[in-house]
């Protein structure tokens, strides 16, 4: 049979139709594929999460209410302590709720839960919190934790060697501390806990109660350690004991089969009772790192941690100068001199040689080393405005750094600072770990146990001091704060003492997790880091780290510490800008490093960090 030529255009019209049909399906297909694509790597997690609160669970125990009843103690003083941190997770935009261990196993798989005070639990409720935890819940517990039966019997199988696997310290048991102890807690700068303490506060403890101390493996580092004024020595309970890092150790975190937790050995009245802004910010960072499955924490330096500062104060036996620039020089060691300008002005060649020396940083410990707070506007421009210019004179260095003779500083002084065009002030300041920002200034605090103690107050040998010193300087490494480290030209500069400062130097350079930085160096970090604004989201596939460059140079060696969830892998950095580079390496269970190599001046970037979760 022969078909006309209108017979193929009719059918042709006939498969349009069709073809149609296939080509819309298609699309469907492409733009469904592209919007999970998008869904899964770019749209926020929370961008179809409707919810205005998460749920917090505070838990409740029949256990505790009969010890306290049996043992005629006021259970309304602890509902107190209860309200008042229900209060605080309400204002932190938590939905409370009360729940009792049996009702655990209705709740959602990774709900966070609160078990506050417990020092009394049963067996079948210390159970019901493991399994809990072990499931994927997140649990914030603290003190003597199921370490009490209803009897008062104590029990070795408590809810903190459950979850933990922390056992009591069975040389010392308990932190009592003696009536001229100062304690303070003070968290360690890197802990995913102290996102909204990033300057490392000491904050202060009442307490009235003795804390217990724990046996901890290598592999559980502690967030928060007991500390005295100083920051770098641990609490002495005495002049014959003194706790070291592992006993003093207050705050950890860690994990569970799918979960995780936060544990604190100390009551919660601290909360109430202590400086409560800060502590806030402390419990709203608990529950922060409870809450979200990352947590991105930047270096404190940029590219370090654990800064080591020394600085002479260059007055008495003005000549010792140059004992200091050489041990430094010998051991490539930046360091800071502070020097009083008088005194400078009669050592003119020795100023013009040590200002030689790339390790050596001139600041300014005023003119006339004489009291300059409350005197006339011109003692307080000639010690600072003076000082500086002079200085500058005499080794063609610049002068940014400040040290007020015997501490003292007010305002006014730190206005002609400022005027005189000083960047940084040594001081006592506010107990903190690091470099803060006053205004536009930055205070260095004094933390280390200087020369003028050891040589003078204690009458010390080399062997002790220099034990000491290193002794203290460890301290840095669990708490990723700054060694600040104060020595004089007649006493660690003089004579054989310079000794005990070069095998100091000599120890700090050998070991590479210290990282010697002169006040200069310290006030770069400062600003660049001040500069420095990260944002991150979190995707079904994907990380996305929104990190933005306020400064007008490059920044090198950026370095951020990212803790995850038990169930979480990260794996593979890469960026919307071509030849970026970044590495993303493993460094403990759940703990990565990301290093980013360069940041542009005045940039913003994306980086898009994948991982994968287990079900």
Known sequence: MVYSPLYYIEKQRDYYGLKLIFAFFVLLLFLAASSYYLIQNYYSKSFF??????????????????????????????????????????????????????ALRGIKKNALVIALDMMALSDHEISDID???????????NFTSGFLDKNLKY??????????????????????????????????LSSPLAIYLPDGWGMDMSLYDPLPVFKTNKDLVADAYLTNWSQTNYISLSKEKT????????????????????????????????????????????????????????????????????????????????????????????????????????????????????????????????????????????ETQGSKELLEALTSKPVIGFRPPREEIDKKLFAYLSQAGYKYVLNEGENRLTAYFKDSMLIIPRHATDDYSYLINLDWSSKQ????????????????????????????????????????????????EFHPMNGEMIYKRAVEKRDLHIEQELTQKKIILTITNENKHVIRNLKYEISVDPTVTLHGVESEIIGFKATLKKEKPFRYLLDIRELKPKSKIRIFINYDKTL
């Not at 009843?69 to 209060?87: C, F, S, V």
């Not at 399994?131 to 517990?141: A, E, I, P, Q, S």
């Not at 933990?164 to 932190?175: C, F, Q, R, V």
């Open 243 to 382: 706790l070291n890092a592992q006993e003093s150790a207050l705050i950890w975190h860690g994990s569970k089969g799918r979960g995780k937790w936060v544990y604190f050995s100390f009551p919660s009245y601290i909360f109430m009772n202590g400086e409560q802004k800060l502590y806030t910010k402390l419990f709203k960072g608990m529950l922060a790192y409870l809450h979200n499955m990352t947590t991105v924490v930047p270096y404190p330096y940029i590219d370090a941690k654990n800064v080591v500062f020394v600085e002479e104060d260059t007055e008495y036996r003005y000549e010792n100068l140059l004992h200091f620039t050489n041990v430094s020089k010998k051991h490539k060691f930046p360091v800071t001199a502070f020097c009083v300008a008088r005194l400078a002005k009669k050592h003119t060649a020795l100023m013009k040689e040590v200002g030689k020396s790339p390790y050596l940083e001139i600041g300014s410990h005023s003119y006339s080393h004489d009291k300059i707070v409350g005197q006339s506007d011109a003692v307080y421009e000639k």
């Open 465 to 512: 001091i220099l034990t000491n010193m290193i002794k203290e300087l460890h301290t840095v490494v669990n708490l990723d704060g700054m060694y600040t480290l104060s020595v004089h030209t007649h006493l660690m500069s003089f004579g054989s003492n310079i000794v005990i400062l070069d095998k100091f130097f000599a120890y700090v350079k050998k070991h590479k």
């Open 131 to 141: 399994t809990f935890v072990k499931n994927g819940g997140r649990l914030l517990f």
């Open 155 to 188: 029990r070795k199988n408590n809810l903190v060697y459950t979850i933990t696997g922390m056992e009591l310290n069975n040389k010392i048991n308990t932190i009592k501390l003696n009536k001229k102890a100062v304690p303070f807690l003070t968290v360690r």
């Open 49 to 102: 999460d409707m919810r205005t609160k998460e749920a917090l669970y505070f838990l409740e125990s029949d256990t505790l209410k009969t010890l306290y009843k049996k043992n005629g103690m006021d259970y309304a003083n602890y509902e107190e302590r209860l309200h008042y941190l229900q209060n605080l997770a309400s204002q932190n935009g938590y939905e409370v709720h009360n729940i009792d261990a049996d």
